[in-house]
């Protein structure tokens, strides 16, 4: 049975959720936080993306990109793409570096600005949307992604138990609207994983 990621993206995503533990243990902004996926909400990313079969996903907050790689990971060997979105043009840097390393360039599309500007220039359509970035943003930036969905779309955010308070209007959303199922997985700082289905 062969090992998923590979043993060398493996290794190359340990490395870096040390490194970033240990930059976030140092450092005092909060902006200038790596601020990674919890490993084991990461695993749940991989695998409900890899089981849906996405094909285009779009990932807000790249940081470093962790994340990143593992969203590649899943999608990429069947042909599927990635476009992350970060503002910080120091951490797409690290980003695209850290995706070379992994073998994964070729199935990144890194956009660096304002996600919600940025969100709602995409053409679309997506079928995996993963939000890791600012949370009191991601209920504007949803209601420009609705349209640009695939017809069953997985929608997904990190941190939904560890900052309730700035994630409440996100979630509130999500669960209004009757195109979407949705549920929060207490793993890592909390995942809210919503189903959405046009039909």
Known sequence: MKFFPSLE????????????????????EHSERMLNLEPE???????????????????????NGYSTIWLAASIGPAGGRVT???????KQRMARENLSRAG????????????????AALD??????????????????????LPKLESKALVLADNALSHPA????YIRMV?????????????GKG?????YSAE
């Open 9 to 28: 993206v493996r290794k190359l995503l340990h490395e870096l959720e040390n490194q970033g533990k240990a930059h976030d243990a140092a450092e005092p």
């Open 41 to 63: 909400t990461a695993e749940i990313v991989s695998i409900l993306a890899r089981s849906s079969g996405a094909q285009r996903a779009l990932e807000i907050g790249t940081s």
């Open 84 to 90: 992350s979105i970060d503002r910080s043009p120091e």
């Open 104 to 119: 994964l360039a070729g199935n990144v599309d890194l956009r660096c600005g304002d996600a919600t500007q940025i969100a």
């Open 124 to 145: 679309g359509p997506f079928d995996f949307v993963l939000f890791d970035a600012d949370r009191k943003s991601a209920p504007e930036q949803l209601k420009i992604l």
């Open 166 to 169: 700035e994630i409440a209007d």
């Open 175 to 187: 669960e209004s609207m009757q195109n979407f199922q949705h549920t929060v997985i207490p793993v």
């Open 191 to 195: 995942l809210s994983v919503a189903f």
